[in-house]
């Protein structure tokens, strides 16, 4: 069961910009951690961003620090993440998953709930 709907991936070019949506069902974001996280072919999961339930705290992988925003509504129960100066090497799918811990570590496995992801493709 699909806790999240991911939206707003697509097709890219070299140092575009993306804005991907993740807005939960049955569970309220305000008492989450919600992470970011993406999936190239053939190479492991990893943590992109994390946001704690206050929208207070965030982290990101160092990949993303100074390229990606995350932020939330917690009146539209749904988490964002800006991407910017987007490369090749971003191409994955992505996803939004929770956790009831209010750690901010973006570890895969600590999370919960999970959406069905969003394709990125970054390329000319």
């Known amino acids: 069961q699909s806790h999240f709907v991911e939206s707003g991936g697509g097709l890219v070019q070299p140092g575009g910009s993306l804005r991907l949506s993740c807005t939960a069902s049955?569970?309220?974001?305000?008492?989450?951690?919600v992470g970011w996280f993406r999936q190239a072919p053939g190479k492991q999961r990893q943590g992109v961003s994390s946001i704690h339930g206050s929208g207070t705290v965030t982290r990101y992988a160092d990949f993303a620090k100074g390229r990606f925003t995350i932020s939330k509504d917690n009146a539209k129960n749904t988490v964002y993440l800006q991407m910017n100066g987007l490369w090749p090497d971003d191409t994955a799918i992505y996803y939004c998953a929770a956790k009831s811990s209010p750690f901010t570590d973006l570890y895969w496995d600590e999370y919960d709930y999970w959406g069905q992801g969003t394709q990125v493709t970054v390329s000319s």
């Open positions: 049955g569970i309220d974001v305000s008492k989450y951690v």
